[in-house]
T-cell receptor, first 116, second 111 residues
Framework: AQSVTQPDIHITVSEGASLELRCNYSYGATPYLFWYVQSPGQGLQLLLKYFSGDTLVQGIKGFEAEFKRSQSSFNLRKPSVHWSDAAEYFC??????????????FGKGTKLSVKP | DGGITQSPKYLFRKEGQNVTLSCEQNLNHDAMYWYRQDPGQGLRLIYY???????QKGDIAEGYSVSREKKESFPLTVTSAQKNPTAFYLC??????????FGSGTRLTVV
């Protein structure tokens, strides 16, 4: 079955520390991978996406993610966290298929808290 | 600028009432989606539409209805059959394979 797992429900890091949020997926086809961020009471904003090519992708707000096919992972990283990064982060997987096969599958999210 | 507009931002429903949440996009996207979000449960798909005049049930369609008469619009009706409608509702649109663009959400509360 197709699925996305974000093992960490809640992570707390100190401001200025590095961050890694984990995402593992199970998907039958070559995946398209996404990370979204959601601030409280807001919609989801796209941070970055991987379709093909270089497995290290850069996104907005200083985030990057690395696609590791052998590990079925797409972990999100940031070298130095800012207080404004506190939010919930969602990993998603999909494919460029027609119809419902192209629908994104979302993980349950990781809530990030930042200590001053 | 192109985007998705959800309205209203806050909505209150009395017991037994139907309410309709609006979702409009000017991105010329073919597909549109409705999700429900509850604390700790992530995003759950209610309905989706890949093309005008066609839509499909998602994982939690019971108590909800939709229409897709125009490409730009995908309203969601929360019917009285939905016994626990208090939640945050998100609308999204996409062109196949390019990820979703989300609206800013509607918070529905039963009073």
């Amino acid at each position: 079955a197709q699925s996305v797992t974000q093992p960490d429900i809640h992570i707390t890091v100190s401001e200025g520390a590095s961050l890694e949020l984990r995402c593992n997926y199970s998907y039958g086809a070559t995946p398209y991978l996404f990370w979204y961020v959601q601030s409280p009471g807001q919609g989801l904003q796209l941070l970055l996406k991987y379709f093909s090519g270089d497995t290290l992708v850069q996104g907005i707000k200083g985030f990057e993610a690395e696609f590791k096919r052998s590990q079925s992972s797409f972990n999100l990283r940031k070298p130095s966290v800012h207080w404004s990064d506190a939010a919930e982060y969602f990993c998603a997987v999909g494919a460029r298929y027609g119809g419902s096969q192209g629908n994104l599958i979302f993980g349950k999210g990781t809530k990030l808290s930042v200590k001053p | 600028d192109g985007g998705i507009t959800q309205s209203p931002k806050y909505l209150f429903r009395k017991e037994g009432q139907n309410v309709t949440l609006s979702c409009e996009q000017n991105l010329n996207h073919d597909a549109m989606y409705w999700y429900r979000q509850d604390p700790g449960q992530g995003l759950r798909l209610i309905y989706y539409s890949q093309i005008v005049n066609d839509f499909q049930k998602g994982d939690i369609a019971e108590g909800y209805s939709v229409s897709r008469e125009k490409k730009e619009s995908f309203p969601l009706t929360v019917t009285s059959a939905q016994k626990n409608p208090t939640a945050f509702y998100l609308c999204a649109s996409s062109q196949q394979g390019f990820g979703y663009t989300f609206g800013s959400g509607t918070r529905l509360t039963v009073v």
